[in-house]
Nanobody
């Protein structure tokens, strides 16, 4: 079972930037589609961005377009989520997850990290 680990969360002021990282405690991410999801208090988990194993196919949620950038460095076994122009409504726990095939269906993501808290506040 792939074990995912997120890092990079914290407190950021509105308009600020933060970069999250997703890696594994064992195994490799090379062959997996990786997705970033988030869950705000009292809300359902929602997709933020997805990147294919090759990195050539990328999708963003409308809330992330033009502000977030997903990327991967397979040599470092890491997928990143660069978040700029942060808004208070971006406050949530951010999770990365892995799927064996390119998919937008959250049900296809079988391995999940524990999440990292991101808080946007002045």
């Amino acid at each position: 079972q792939l074990q995912l680990v997120e890092s990079g969360g914290g407190l950021v002021q509105p308009g600020g930037s933060l970069r999250l990282a997703c890696t594994t405690s064992g195994g490799t991410l090379d062959y997996y589609t990786i997705g970033w999801f988030r869950q705000a208090p009292g809300k359902e988990r929602e997709g933020v961005s997805i990147i294919s194993s090759s990195g050539r196919s990328i999708n963003y949620a409308n809330s992330a377009k033009d502000r977030f950038t997903i990327s991967r460095d397979n040599a470092k076994n890491t997928v990143y989520l660069q978040m700029n122009s942060r808004k208070p409504e971006d406050t949530a726990i951010y999770y990365c997850a892995a799927a064996e095939d390119l998919t937008n269906d959250v049900a296809d993501f079988g391995a999940w990290g524990q999440g990292t808290q991101v808080t946007v506040s002045s």
